[in-house]
């Protein structure tokens, strides 16, 4: 099954990975290529995997997958090398994030399964020793004290410890909140709703250098901004998702760009992404065609080459898309 998508992915390979919209005078040339080499064996995706995570401190790629009876998240190295894998106290995973420093390697895990340790956030070490978790184990549920998650989605830990939480992928909850690193609620949106601050389906959520949180509200087909020290609303994109909301976001390294997922049209758009103050409006740079049913889920980003990794959870694998040379003379220049 995994070797087919990688065939029909292959084939278009030089033609379509990269439908390039043509950019202004002076705009780069956003190219990507699809590494067939990574991971060296896809035997190990057994499962339907819906998130990754890259490490790029250590250059380890974590993935997690669903099924019965086998592992849950699977470590390779960034060359493509599997590592290990573990099941343990891992139910449903949703959504992951490594959120490693020069002191420690952490990987996050957002569970949204009903079993024991389901309705949960966990922070594993690098061999899956669990450390932490927030939210309780087995019971969903909408209070905040104690906390309870009904389907957390996703998550994004800064280098300061700080995390920002979205809760979640359908169930009672449609919040995004940040806790300080010893897990003091520092400010929190929480309505169901289409106004400003309010989410259905919040799915993702990532931090840009200029201070801003970015959160894919795909049910309302948008991307809301906020402070991160305030939680103040910033304002939305809506002009770019008319035809599916946004499923996924990450910028690239050098924070010019926002790539986005959208799931059921199995495509990643690259937005220009607005240096500091005002977000203005969207504007797609590129666009990635994966194939039919491809269906990428949640997708992260290497720190120091900007590959991309996306979760398919149709083509049942994870795949790396490594930026061509032309972007990183652009980005030199
Ligand atoms: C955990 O993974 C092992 C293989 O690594 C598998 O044999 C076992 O059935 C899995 N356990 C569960 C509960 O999925
Ligand atoms: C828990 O989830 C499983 C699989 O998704 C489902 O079959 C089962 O009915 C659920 N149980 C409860 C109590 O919701
Ligand atoms: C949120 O609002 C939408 C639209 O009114 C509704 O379909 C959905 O069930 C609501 N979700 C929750 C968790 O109340
Ligand atoms: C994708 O399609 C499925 C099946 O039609 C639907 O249930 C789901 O809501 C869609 N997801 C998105 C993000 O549009």
Redesign the pocket.
């Known amino acids: 099954m995994a070797r087919f998508w990688v065939c029909a992915a292959g084939a278009g390979f030089f033609l379509t990975f990269l439908v390039l919209h043509s950019c202004f005078c002076g705009s780069p040339n956003i190219l990507y290529r699809l590494d067939v080499g990574w991971p060296k064996y896809s035997e190990h995706f057994t499962g339907t995997t819906f998130c990754v995570a890259v490490d790029s401190f250590n250059g380890l790629v974590y993935v997690a997958q669903r099924g ?5 998240v699977l470590v390779f190295t960034e060359d493509g090398y599997f590592l290990r ?1 573990w ?1 343990y106290t891992v139910d449903t995973p949703h959504g992951i994030f490594a959120a490693s420093t020069p002191y420690e390697r952490s990987v996050w895990i957002t569970d949204i399964g009903n079993g024991s340790y389901g309705h949960t956030v966990k922070k594993y070490n690098s061999f899956g020793d669990l450390v932490q978790v927030l939210g309780t184990p087995g019971k969903k549920g909408t209070d905040l004290n104690p906390l309870q998650f009904d389907n957390p989605a996703e998550l994004y830990v800064e280098d300061t410890g700080d995390i920002y939480i979205v809760d979640g992928d359908g169930g009672l909850n449609n919040r995004l909140f940040k806790l300080s690193q010893d897990f003091t609620m520092l400010w929190l949106h929480g309505e169901n709703g289409t106004g400003p601050t309010q989410f259905n389906i919040p799915h993702s959520v990532t931090v840009d250098s200029a201070g801003r949180v970015w959160v894919a509200d795909r049910g309302n087909k948008r991307i809301q901004v906020f402070d991160k020290d305030t939680g103040e609303w910033l304002g939305a994109w809506d002009n770019c998702f008319t035809e599916e909301g946004p499923s996924s976001v990450r910028f690239t390294p050098d924070g010019k760009y926002l790539i986005v997922a959208q799931l059921n049209l199995s495509r990643l758009l690259l937005l220009e992404a607005p240096p500091v103050g005002s977000i203005g409006s969207c504007s797609v740079v590129s666009t990635i065609q994966l194939a039919d049913q491809v269906l990428p889920h949640l997708l992260d980003v290497d720190r120091k080459i900007g590959a991309i990794y996306v979760a398919e959870i149709g083509a049942k694998q994870v795949q790396k898309y490594v930026p061509l040379k032309s972007y990183f003379l652009s980005l030199g220049s």
């Open positions: 019965d009876n086998m592992p849950k894998a099941n």
